[in-house]
């Protein structure tokens, strides 16, 4: 058989195709493709946050000249949800959050469907309102969805009930006795953070047609078969009667792994029997988008005078708004990232999805990695501080390493973090720091580590040699602007098969052409669609070689595919071109294709451990060690971060480019999580900050220059050894501005963002140890009530 690819051959710093176009403004999105012939849709939308529905009477807009339908619950009865199906369409006998759905108009102008919408006359009665998670537990609440045990259950096992949508758990060993040692301290903290808007250039959009008895939505979704399963759920038809299509994407962050809008536009298309156009405005797009989600932490850790973590106990709570959304789904992320890190003895988890009458959150790049690992890492350095030991060496004593336990009891593999917070070191020995810089202000610095994955999930592709020597990859890939489908995908096939990744087309998503997919986000477009790529393509290859060594009577482990030929390895020039090779292919057996599938394998958790988790060990686990200085302004609690440096886990960086790219990117996200970006939910129980005046992003004086370092080597079962990177640059910041700020100024950060109004506080000792006593470490036994 032929040799084997050497990995590096895949490796180069590949332009975007796509690039240009997108500069200059030739790229469509789906937000360009609605035309003069389509209707126009509104959603009309709860005014309150929560309310008995008396009567929705629409006559007045029905009568209206221009609109063509109102649609509303009894049109698309269904409910979805991840876990547990408790998330209608619209709002049917209650209202549960202010944005809700009631109702969608569909007009043969955006003018006329708004004015019928105004039209539309919302009969309510108003009930108690749970804001946030505290009002929500306390004993006696209302409960915000009262048939909460008749939703269909999805996936069996988590404990529920109350206002808890879902409770995910890990228990490993004997917390119990190990807080009960006389050689331990116990450092005990509580640590809070806000929500954060994913603002993607692109707003939610959808243009559907009901045709031939499918419905065909296209639209701007990182998750084609999401959107096509829940579309079918919601309007109670099979989901091959559903057809997605998805032009390129401008922008997700996560906001798009959820279906919301699509159907509304599908419901329509039918009752019109046109196509209907609906995207949000900008203003709806910050009201009702899915946040990452506001959390509280209680975490306490039973430590040695020499540094070992023996116990360790937390509780986090994920506030998922209205329903339970991606938050039951990413509850199982607790056990990764808050129990990630470090070599644990004993420990015990519980992550519980709230519900509270507001806007419904949902997943964000690096979902609650990115809050769990500030709480867990201003926790060490706190238990640093009350064990005396330097936090540096205490990560290098206590990361986990080869052989090492994970919170739910899967083994690692390889020496990753402890080699990784060793180059970190040489990277900041290698320049003087900033102190001299600061002049009155306070100096800060610190350092961080932390730990992702990737999810793996089900992918497919198809690859068609062309008779041109090209080749059309077919995958349900979404392009959202991360760049991974024009340059990793085409990276790895024209490798394999000896052609330029310029000569690789890459179909844009259609359910109908390609294979299910779980979607792009997770960091695992690289992974797992690169995967199924590579198995496609290897395939093609083989059925290559084997013609090519009968045409040139050469054994196919002697030949080579190169710049679109097939040679004899050390005889350059005596091949042929590839196309030559199809040409008798299709005279032999028809055109060359392949086909390739992947699915996560499955690393084994200890039995037992967790109860209620969608992922019980990880297959891929990328890691991470960030560092930054910084001046803190006594004055004003202005930060400037004076240096930033990350040493990234990335198993074989396949576009070393593109991948500091998405680091530089994800560094300056970040900055916005832990010092600018906050949203606060008003007495009305909307939220307060409905556009860029109010919210406020990074500028570019607010961001700076990554030193960046690539750490490759490390265990990884994807496609050349390759992660996802895409996602994990941002996990760290606000764990490590915040650290930094506090060696600053002297005082503990427990909460997010770091606005300088509340660093002012902290400077002047206005804010105590944070504590929140409807935090409990223990989890309920009776969630039923």
Partial sequence: MNAVLDPKSVVMDLPRRDALDKLTGRTRYTIDNIGPDMLHAVIVRSEVASARIVEIDASEALAMKGVRAV????????????????????????????????????????????AAAAAVVVKLELLPKLLTMAEALAEGAPLIHLDWQNYE????????????????????????????RSDVTIVDDCFRVGRQSHVPFEPRCAIARFEDGRF???????????????????????SSRVRVTVPAVGG???????????PIAAVLARKTGRTVSLFNSREEEFLSCLCRENAEVRIRSAVTAEGEI???????????????????????MTAHTLGGNYRLGSVRLNSRAVYTNTPPNGAFR?????????????????????????????????????????????????????????????????????????GNRLYGRATTVGTWFVFVGPSAATINLNADGSATLVTSGVEIGSGTMMQSLPQIVGAILGIHPSDVIVKTADTDAAGRDLGVGGGRTTVSIGAASKMAAEKIREQILEIASEMLQTPASRLVLKDGRVEIDGRPGAGMAITQVVQRAEELYGPLSGTGNFTAPGVPALPGCAAGHFIEAIDIPIFNVHDCEVAVDPDTGHVEILSYKVVQDVGLAINPRAVRSQIQG?????????????????????????????????????????????????PSIGPMGAKGAGEIPIMNVGATIACAVTRAIGHGVSELPLTPPRILNLIKGGELKLDLPHVALGWSTDLSS
């Fill in 216 to 238: 065909h939505i296209q639209c701007s979704t990182q998750v084609p078969w999401t959107v096509r399963n829940v579309t079918a759920k919601v309007l109670g038809v099979a």
């Fill in 666 to 714: 994800g560094v300056a996200q970040g900055i916005g999580y832990a010092l600018h970006e906050e949203i606060t939910i008003g007495d009305h129980g909307g939220m307060e900050q409905p556009g860029f005046e109010q919210y406020l992003l990074p500028l570019a004086q607010d961001v700076l220059p990554v030193e960046i370092v690539l750490y490759e080597g490390a």
């Fill in 153 to 180: 259950v999805l996936k069996e096992g988590a404990p529920r009930g109350s206002n808890v949508a879902w409770e995910a758990r890990v228990l490993r060993g004997d917390p119990h006795a190990a807080f009960a």
């Fill in 252 to 262: 997700g962050f996560g906001l798009k792994f959820d279906c919301t809008i699509e």
């Fill in 366 to 438: 690096a979902c609650n990695g990115v809050y769990n690992t500030f709480f867990l890492e201003r926790h060490t350095d706190n238990i640093c501080a009350a064990i005396g030991m330097d936090p540096l060496d205490f990560r290098k004593r206590n990361v986990i390493g080869d052989g090492s336990l994970g919170a739910t009891g899967q083994v690692f593999r390889g020496d990753v973090l402890r080699p990784m917070l060793e180059q970190m070191e040489t990277l900041c020995a290698s320049t003087p720091d900033k102190r001299a810089d600061v």
């Fill in 71 to 114: 649609v509303t619950y009894q049109d698309a009865p269904g409910l979805h949800g991840i876990g547990i199906a408790d998330h209608p369409l619209f709002a049917k006998d209650v209202i549960r959050f202010h944005g809700e759905p009631l109702a969608a108009i569909a007009a043969d102008t955006l003018e006329i469907a708004r």
């Fill in 310 to 332: 023996v116990g360790r106990e937390a509780t986090v709570l994920m506030d998922c708004g209205a329903y339970g959304g991606e938050q039951i789904f990413l509850s199982t």
